[in-house]
């Protein structure tokens, strides 16, 4: 069992930035941030493969970065440039099994989950 904590969340204005932090009882080698707006479905942002190689969804390349640290069973997303788009509840989530690549921004890839952290952006 891994609990996963987030932080970070607030209000910014559009082109702002704001930090996400997930703080993780113990060690999963696949990690990632999904996020998810009222009535839609959950959408996978960002996933690291505990191997240093990291993926984005398209909406978010060249904005968000995804980071951990290992020693702290910590991860991190830092977002830059948001726009009110990216306003959603976000989650991190983690797991532990074998994974294929693909499958890195799916959320049935993913057993652990956090409580969410809300994130608006207000043009």
């Known amino acids: 069992q891994v609990q996963l904590v987030e932080s970070g969340g607030g209000s910014v204005q559009a082109g702002g930035s704001l930090r996400l932090s997930c703080a993780a009882s113990?060690?999963?080698?696949?990690m990632a941030w999904f996020r998810q707006v009222a009535g839609k479905e959950r959408e996978g942002v960002a996933a690291d493969n505990g191997a240093g190689s990291t993926t984005y969804t398209g909406s978010v390349k060249g904005r968000f970065t995804i980071s951990r640290d290992a020693a702290k069973n910590s991860l991190y997303l830092q977002m830059n440039s948001l726009q009110p788009e990216d306003t959603a509840v976000y989650y991190c989530?983690?797991?532990?099994?074998?994974?294929?690549?693909?499958?890195?921004?799916?959320?049935?890839?993913?057993?652990?989950w956090g409580q969410g952290t809300q994130v608006t952006v207000s043009s």
């Open positions: 989530a983690a797991d532990r099994r074998p994974t294929y690549w693909s499958r890195l921004l799916q959320q049935s890839t993913y057993n652990y």
């Open positions: 113990g060690y999963a080698p696949h």
